[in-house]
């Protein structure tokens, strides 16, 4: 495993550290918008879709001052322990006191990132463009269509309530049967990509496709439900269910959709800047964080309708990841880095940053 360490240089660092962490914590705002790291362009091979849709221009950068110049998954463990899943710069790793990365060279099966999870026995999943890796704390075991897979680019992962791990492919659905995988087959008139996994409070599983809208699998039945049946799109990317237990459908060109558990509402139709919309999360307070691309994040609240941009500091054009941590904390990964919002205004998590976190 690489750990990052931070190298001291003579005579100029030495006048640096003799700053409490408390002086650099109020300090560190005013030192991001003097020397903010900027965008540089993310590795995108093999990553077709998301490649075809990105509409931002990478500038020079100082890259290692960055978590990630891409930031595609968010994830807290049962640890309390953060991961950054990242377009070329593997997992990052963060436990409250360091951060490190583990990539192919630790035995990470590829990149990018696609899907983090942790299973019931404290394993860490990750899904990417080369397969499955699990990492049980030292060692990687990884999966290809070898083992069972339907594809080796997977592009989501998730446990259910009974235990089953299921993976979301460019052909489809699988799940592991606690050695290898086997696929699941969907009744659908082609092959399509898995892009969702979800459960709800009932123990249906919703999974999202790239063109066939939904699949709800109920334990005996699948049912298939798409813009026929009110879903805003067919190209379902993220599914969330709420704390009232509606259930919120995030699409690559129709906005968002609501279910009720009786019928389905397109949402923000015509109030927010594209209806390609990539990541979905429920805060604390019940307020409703949606991506927009191009347009940073929005929040609903249940009346009103909240845009957050560059003006609020998030300079994300493409944002793939929106999560809340157990502390409260807001986070929001995509094409530029890391951003997390204090009070009111986004700023870009360095590792620096990170380091200071720990103070």
């Known amino acids: 495993m690489k750990t990052l360490t931070l190298m001291y240089f003579p005579v ?8 409490s962490c408390s002086e650099q914590s109020k300090n560190h705002l005013a030192e991001q918008n003097d020397a903010a790291p900027k965008i540089v362009q993310a590795n995108l091979q093999g990553d077709h879709n998301i490649a075809r849709h990105l509409g931002w221009q990478p500038e020079k950068t100082n890259k290692n001052l960055q978590v990630g110049e891409y930031v595609r998954k968010i994830f807290q463990d049962t640890k309390g322990h953060l991961w950054f899943g990242t377009n070329n710069q593997g997992i990052a790793h963060y436990d409250g006191d360091s951060l490190t990365y583990l990539s192919a060279e630790e035995g990470l099966s590829g990149m990018p990132i696609t899907g983090i999870m942790e299973d019931k026995a404290g394993n860490m999943w990750f899904t990417t463009h080369r397969g499955v890796s699990m990492y049980d704390g030292a060692s990687f075991r990884n999966f290809t269509a070898k083992d069972g897979l339907a594809d080796d680019e997977t592009w989501s992962i998730f446990q259910d309530s009974k235990g089953m791990i299921w993976v ?34 009932k123990g249906n599983l919703w999974f999202g496709t790239n063109g066939e809208g939904v699949y709800m699998y109920d334990g005996e039945t699948i049912t298939n439900i798409n813009k026929q049946n009110g879903l805003s799109d067919n190209s379902i990317v993220s599914i969330l269910e709420d704390a009232k237990g509606n259930i919120w459908f995030s699409s690559m060109y129709g906005g968002v959709s609501r279910y009720d558990g009786g019928s389905f509402t397109r949402f923000f139709e015509n109030e927010i800047g594209s209806d390609e919309v990539w990541a979905l999360c429920e805060d604390k307070a019940g307020n409703i964080w949606f991506s927009s691309e191009g347009f940073g994040v929005y929040r609903y609240d ?28 807001l986070w929001v990964g995509g094409a530029g880095g890391l951003y997390r919002l204090e009070r009111k205004t986004f700023v870009n998590i360095t590792r620096g940053i990170l380091n200071r976190d720990k103070c």
Do not use: H, M, Y
Request: proline share 1%.
């Open 302 to 329: 249940g009346a009103n309708l909240a845009n957050f941009g560059q003006k609020d500091g998030l300079n994300i054009k493409v944002v793939q990841a929106i999560f809340e941590d157990k502390a409260g904390q």
């Open 168 to 201: 979301g492919t460019a052909r489809g659905l699988c799940r592991f049967n606690g050695e290898k995988f086997e696929v699941f087959s969907l009744p659908s008139a082609g092959t399509s990509w898995v892009w969702s996994i979800a459960e709800d409070k």
């Open 12 to 19: 100029l660092i030495l006048a640096l550290v003799i700053f």
